[in-house]
């Protein structure tokens, strides 16, 4: 592993280097019938939503902010054929792929492609069932199974590059997302930092085999000592306790992990639609977040064990607290107006991408919430974000720090 690969110790600190996910023709599977399935609640326009991320890509360009794609790193992890066969025949077990006749024509298709970056790209975009010829087979249960259009599933969510996998500190966290939609793409991230020649070795947080589900937008890193992580729809509060036995060790800047309970809906899928870090002392907030909320401060003992505190709170409260400041100030998405908040929630207006302190990309979009952070003193980038908003996430969630300067 290169030691500089992975540097993150702050949500605010200069940004340096980032991965990323164009949208792909993953996008073009989507069909109505399946969108909840998908965990989709509109189809974008593929075409429109690669020109919104390629601005996005562009942002960060203009400020010599490095960008790797996912799709790039993957095909640079598969090194040798043995690793190749190895990765597709992962792949095709979990889809749910579990016949042999059918195994070996998939396995026959994905060798077929002589580029890896284009078998990569179709692992990630699913199989429409016309694509390979005679793949229905004898049995009753293919006939009766004809209805359903793929072989293999899109993964449409791919593009919110922030919850299958989270790094943090010099470490990262492979997840075991909530949903069997999601799962297969922390796939990618197993061979990333198991083969990667830049990335492997990298210290395993958090495993993808794990029982209980950890999702990438629940964790954020608020100092070099303290992360929290939301208690919420999708990450399960056995998966935060295995997470802190594994960050807080005796070399770790790392001393405690605030479990911060968040109402478990859609509204509130992961706790970075709730708040973001924007400046030292200001976050964007969810403007239906309730005055008092509870969290348990994860921390080790003089035992050696984690031991658990819990407290209530405002968030307001809780963040002076775990920051050590006189005062924060929480920046409501839509401000004080019921309608604009509601619409900019919608659109993740309160879920940023800090860049630098006091520096943030937001969707052009949310424009209330836009002109309230330069009002108090936040630079913003903005982005396009007709399509790519359909997929319900912000700048954040389509983004993974790789590395950032220390605050």
Known sequence: MNDTAIKVYSEIGKLK?????????????LMPEYLERLLFDDIPYLEIAQQEHDAFAKIFESLGIEVVYLEDLVVDSLLN????LQFIKEYIEEAGIKESRESSMLKDYFLSFTSPKEMVLKMMEGIRKSEINDYRGPRLADFLSNQYPFIIDPMPNLYFTRDPFATVGEGVSIHKMHTVTRNRETLFAKYIFNCNPI???????YDRTEK??????????????IVAVGISQRTNPNSIEKFANTLLTEDSSFKKVLAIDIPKTRAFMHLDTVFTMVDY???????NIKSDIAVYVLERGDDGNIKITEGKGSLEDILKKALNLDKVKLIKCGGNSIIDAAREQWNDGSNTLCIAPGEV????RNY????????????IYTMPSSELSRGRGGPRCMSMPLIREKV
């Open 17 to 29: 280097k980032v991965l990323l996910h164009r949208p792909g023709k993953e996008l073009e599977n």
């Open 199 to 205: 990335y492997k070795g990298t210290k395993l947080m």
């Open 361 to 364: 990309i937001v969707y052009t």
């Open 368 to 379: 209330v919430t836009n002109q309230i952070l330069q009002q108090e003193g936040i630079k």
């Open 81 to 84: 054929d043995e690793i190749k």
């Open 212 to 225: 209980y589900s950890l999702e990438g937008g629940d964790i954020l890193i608020l100092n070099e000592e």
């Open 281 to 287: 002392d200001k976050f964007t907030i969810h403007p």
